[in-house]
């Protein structure tokens, strides 16, 4: 909940941005690192999650990981302090330029997504005179009840190999001389509420697939689970941090490991979700036909979570916090700037009677926000504002004063 000496201070500075909490963020990061250690968890932090230069070089200065899924997300981690033997790369596409790039950073392992990607990785790795070493990413067809669009572990999905070919991938790894096999890579999917029964499925599932390479001789030596914790969008005043505990005790207590074997996760959502709040200003307030309409200065460019996955973001008024009189609410259909339909915050929200000006808070922006922005319809791009040095924001446009 943000107080009123910083709303104070959010209202001064040009909207929209995102404002990121830098006590929680560096709360949970810590929280994250302290259960990590306790249990034994090796920790990379999924970057697409949200790639800011200033929370990646916090998460790499405790000692996490990074988990990229592109050539650009690799270099970039790199610049922010992850070395290069903490980072993984993921992704069903890479293309030679991010694979030679990788390549000669000399990362921890690339999680290969196909049997073609191996060859073609050996291939490259010989021809430059190094050693790829990669992880192989399962498909292991298990259903993480979520959304549709970010469920990775089921056979309908693009990612990783499933079961039928992994007699061929085996032979494949045993023949590619240039490809040093360092373990099993899964993710089957994010914002995961179901928290122990899918993680302890997924567990299971991950115990039978590492034995089955093991009988056929390849010696497993690293078994990444992914990430995908959700959070909770409803109440992120009640619930700042996630069921880290849950998720870990879960995994400490179903996955089968040998000593010599490290187990990694991948959490991107859970550790950025919270802390980061898109801050947006009412433009206009109209009255529809049938509707009252909010429209913010955001739009579906800033964040696009709601018209991709129709996902929910509390969304509150600041500025009506901060009146003294106690105030109406009406329903309001809340929505974005942008020409597409699909460009709506909420709709049918209740909020206190809003006027033009007022200061909007998108709650639980941190994850798959910023990192998502386009230009779409030539906006701006929103930058990022920091708790802790909230007087170097650009200065306010005085259309409010
Ligand atoms: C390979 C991989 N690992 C980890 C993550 C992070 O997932 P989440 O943000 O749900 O923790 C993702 C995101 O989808 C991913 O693709």
Same mark, same amino acid.
């Given at each position: 909940m943000l107080d009123f000496n910083t709303i104070e201070q959010l209202d001064k500075i040009a909207t929209p941005f995102y404002y990121y909490d830098m006590d929680l963020f560096y709360k949970t990061v810590d929280h994250v690192a302290e259960l990590a250690a306790q249990r034994n968890l090796k920790v990379h932090y999924a970057v697409k999650a949200n790639a800011e230069k200033r929370l990646l070089e916090y998460i790499s200065s405790k000692g996490f990981g990074a988990d990229c899924v592109s050539g650009n997300e690799v270099l970039h981690a790199h610049e922010c302090g992850f070395r290069p033997e903490k980072i993984v790369y993921a992704g069903v596409g890479k293309s030679d330029k991010e694979i030679y790039n990788a390549l000669m950073l000399g990362?921890? /392992?690339?999680?290969?997504?196909?049997l073609q990607e191996i060859f073609v990785i050996n291939e490259m790795a010989h021809h430059y005179g190094v050693k790829a070493s990669i992880s192989v990413r399962i498909n292991p067809d298990i259903d993480a009840h979520t959304h549709k669009y970010v *469920? *990775?572990?089921?056979?309908?999905?693009?990612f990783g190999i499933s079961q039928h070919e992994f007699d061929k991938l085996i032979e494949i790894i045993r023949k590619s001389e240039h490809i040093d096999f360092f373990g099993l890579h899964f993710h089957i999917g994010s914002q995961i509420t179901r928290v122990s029964e899918v993680f302890a499925l997924e567990c299971s599932r991950v115990n039978d697939i590492v034995r089955y390479f093991e009988d056929k001789g390849l010696t497993v030596r690293n078994i990444n689970l992914g990430g995908g914790l959700g959070v909770d969008y409803d109440d992120p005043d009640g619930n700042p941090i996630a069921d880290f505990d849950t998720w870990f005790d879960t995994i400490a207590g179903n996955i089968v490991h040998r000593e010599d074997q490290a187990v990694h996760v991948e959490p991107g959502r859970s550790m950025v979700a919270q802390c980061g709040t898109l801050i947006s200003r009412v433009v206009f307030v109209k009255s529809g036909e049938t509707k009252n309409f909010l429209i913010m200065d955001a739009g579906m460019n800033d964040l696009i979570r709601p018209a991709l996955y129709g996902a929910y973001h509390k969304i509150e008024n600041l500025s009506a916090r901060m009146r003294t009189f106690f105030p109406t609410h009406q329903a309001y259909d809340i929505v974005g700037p942008v020409c597409e339909s699909s460009d709506v915050w909420g709709a049918g929200r209740l909020l206190p009677l809003s006027v033009r000006g007022d200061l909007m808070a998108i709650r639980s /922006?941190? /994850?798959?926000g910023q990192v998502m922005a386009s230009r779409y319809n030539m906006k701006d791009i929103a930058p990022a504002v920091f708790s802790d040095s909230l007087e170097e924001a650009t200065a306010a446009v005085d259309y409010f004063a």
């Open positions: 990362i921890e /392992a690339f999680n290969c997504e196909s *469920t *990775t572990g089921l056979y309908e999905n693009k /922006a941190g /994850a798959y």
